[in-house]
């Protein structure tokens, strides 16, 4: 040609900037503007990384409790949530007496099933009414 130089710039290899490398591979300039981050930590713990310089860290958070209400939270980070759940109240009367279970954030009772008529003096309260024995003879 002339003895002039030209440049013809070619198309980007890539749409978007995603990856954290100080590489601007959509050839706008700038570098990473479309990283997309990960998560890292489980429950509470759960944070997002960050890009910094070319380098990506990711930092879980600090668990906030033991674990121990049902709230489908998993507050203590270790990947299951309410597994230590504690009990907060009883159902029944009786040999029926339960306690009450956590089951997908929801706390509930069912009593148990009477075990007998209340014949035999055994102090138990077989028939689940709130009186043992009454009706042992």
Known sequence: MDGAETCTPLEPPVSEDTVCDLVDEDCDGSTDEDYAPY???????VRDSVCVDGTESCTAGSP???DSDCDTVDEDCDGTADEHYDPTYTCGMGVCQRSSVCTSGTESCTSGSPTGGEINCNGLDEDCDGTADEHWV
């Open 39 to 45: 998560t890292c930590g489980f429950g509470v713990c």
């Open 64 to 66: 906030t409790g033991d």
